[in-house]
């Protein structure tokens, strides 16, 4: 087992539980999520990781299909049984179509191939969190994630950078700001901006 334990206080703190027989790919797992800023725990054998998950409840983990100690799809579904508010995330090199399915009917809720590339792994893990309302995990990474909610509806409106700003008498350069994710938004600038756009303030965090 490999654990980071280091201060994440510019972070929402995310606990990512990593199941791999390959000590090789734990350690790759490990460094890629600790420089991303989670709180990761690799195991290389199933027991293991479902004993730590007990005492550990865990946002995201990471499950190779293919264990020489345990059925990866029982491992899903032991881990679930556990903590069912994991998202779980199945790994396999070569996955056959009745190894994804099993998978799914376990409950992952997605497949990747291995070997796993960095640039696809965190979009991933990203998916998972934003599915459970965690769209960003730094003040900074939200406020362009909104800035970029905002600008989406705007577009749809069809109004202009300048329109939206007039409409909600705010300056170009505030919309701008916000637009562009470089400012945090008092709840009161959003619901003018949403006034102005003729759109709910909730529609911002529930649009796809």
Same mark, same amino acid.
């Given at each position: 087992?490999?654990?980071?334990?280091?201060?994440?206080?510019? =972070?929402?703190?995310?606990?990512?539980?990593?199941?791999?027989?390959? =000590?090789?790919?734990? %350690?790759? @797992?490990?460094?890629?999520?600790?420089? #991303?800023?989670?709180? /990761?725990?690799? +195991?290389? !054998?199933?027991?293991?990781?479902?004993?730590?998950?007990?005492?550990?409840?865990?946002?995201?983990?990471?499950?190779?299909?293919?264990?020489?100690?345990?059925?990866?799809? !029982?491992?899903?579904?032991? *881990?679930?049984?556990?903590?069912?508010?994991? =998202?779980?995330?199945?790994?396999?090199?070569?996955?056959?179509?009745?190894?994804?399915?099993?998978?799914?009917?376990?409950?992952?809720?997605?497949? @990747?191939?291995?070997? @796993?590339?960095?640039?696809? @792994? *965190?979009?991933? *893990?990203?998916?998972? &969190?934003?599915?459970?309302?965690?769209?960003? %995990?730094?003040?900074?990474? +939200?406020?362009?994630? &909104?800035?970029?909610?905002?600008?989406? #509806?705007? =577009?749809?409106?069809?109004?202009?950078?300048?329109?939206?700003?007039?409409?909600?008498?705010?300056?170009?350069?505030?919309?701008?700001?916000?637009?562009?994710? $470089?400012? #945090?938004?008092?709840?009161?600038?959003?619901? %003018?901006?949403?006034?102005?756009? $003729?759109?709910? /303030? #909730?529609? *911002? +965090?529930?649009?796809?």
């Amino acid at each position: 087992m490999v654990q980071n334990v280091g201060s994440m206080k510019d =972070r929402i703190c995310v606990r990512v539980l990593v199941i791999d027989d390959d =000590r090789a790919v734990c %350690r790759q @797992l490990h460094g890629w999520l600790e420089a #991303a800023a989670y709180d /990761v725990s690799t +195991f290389t !054998e199933a027991s293991a990781g479902l004993q730590y998950a007990a005492r550990v409840p865990c946002q995201l983990a990471l499950v190779d299909l293919r264990l020489p100690d345990a059925d990866g799809s !029982e491992t899903i579904e032991a *881990l679930l049984r556990i903590c069912a508010d994991t =998202r779980v995330i199945a790994m396999s090199a070569f996955p056959d179509g009745q190894q994804v399915i099993a998978a799914v009917r376990a409950g992952a809720r997605d497949v @990747l191939e291995k070997p @796993l590339q960095q640039p696809t @792994l *965190l979009p991933a *893990l990203e998916r998972q &969190l934003a599915a459970v309302g965690i769209p960003a %995990r730094s003040e900074r990474d +939200f406020n362009r994630w &909104l800035g970029g909610r905002v600008r989406a #509806a705007r =577009r749809e409106a069809g109004q202009t950078l300048s329109d939206l700003a007039r409409m909600s008498e705010l300056s170009a350069a505030q919309v701008s700001q916000i637009e562009l994710g $470089k400012t #945090a938004t008092s709840t009161w600038t959003l619901a %003018r901006i949403c006034g102005a756009l $003729k759109i709910p /303030v #909730a529609s *911002l +965090f529930d649009r796809q």
